[in-house]
């Protein structure tokens, strides 16, 4: 099992390195991938030509054999995200738990949600600042920027999974816009 999940850790290490040289080719586009076990995959909104995802993957490996391994962290990992999301929630729901057992209510008036509304969104705001950090501190748990002996087999490009259209629609793409997925089909090789 340790293994499958270290498999997993280094595709998504390289996925968010693959996504670092991208962007600094091509400023125009947005992107949504995932890993898996033998590889990742990379839903591109833009003009990207495709023997350029090979290029940046090819790249980003290199670069991170040769010890770049911080180009596994990327600040719009779905790990940053999460944590931003439950950090504030948990904040805001703090500051309305704490009055309730300041002032021993059990439920809030208005007058008290009102009264305490500008300490949670402080205590949001605060939350939202302490994210990134706590996030890319907890992507270093779901991301290696160590490869290995990683090697790229293929970067073949397929069908949009479905949740491409989703993240389509999240990240406010146009229908006109170009619209290509691919598979970066990697293996660890024997020693």
Do not use: W
Request: hydrophobic share 40%; charged share 20%; net charge positive.
């Amino acid at each position: 099992m340790t293994d499958f999940v270290t498999q997993i850790r280094r595709n998504h290490g390289l996925e968010h390195a693959t996504i670092h040289m991208l962007t600094k080719r091509y400023k125009t586009f947005s992107v949504q991938g995932n890993a898996t076990l033998n590889g990742f995959h990379l839903n591109m909104f833009g003009d990207v030509p495709a023997d350029a995802v090979e290029e940046a993957a090819t790249e980003a490996l290199t670069r991170m054999k040769d010890g770049e391994e911080g180009l596994a962290l990327h600040p719009n990992c779905g790990t940053v995200l999460l944590t931003t999301a439950a950090l504030a929630t948990l904040a805001g729901q703090a500051m309305f738990a704490f009055e309730r057992r300041r002032s021993g209510k059990n439920q809030l008036s208005t007058a008290d949600f009102l009264g305490v509304l500008p300490s949670a969104i402080l205590a949001v705001v605060v939350a939202l600042i302490a994210a990134k950090p706590a996030g890319m501190f907890f992507q270093s748990y779901t991301t290696t920027g160590r490869p290995g002996k990683m090697e790229i087999v293929a970067v073949k490009k397929i069908s949009p999974p479905l949740t491409s259209y989703l993240f389509r629609l999240l990240l406010g793409q146009q229908q006109n816009q170009h619209f290509n997925s691919y598979f970066i089909e990697t293996k660890q090789v024997e020693e």
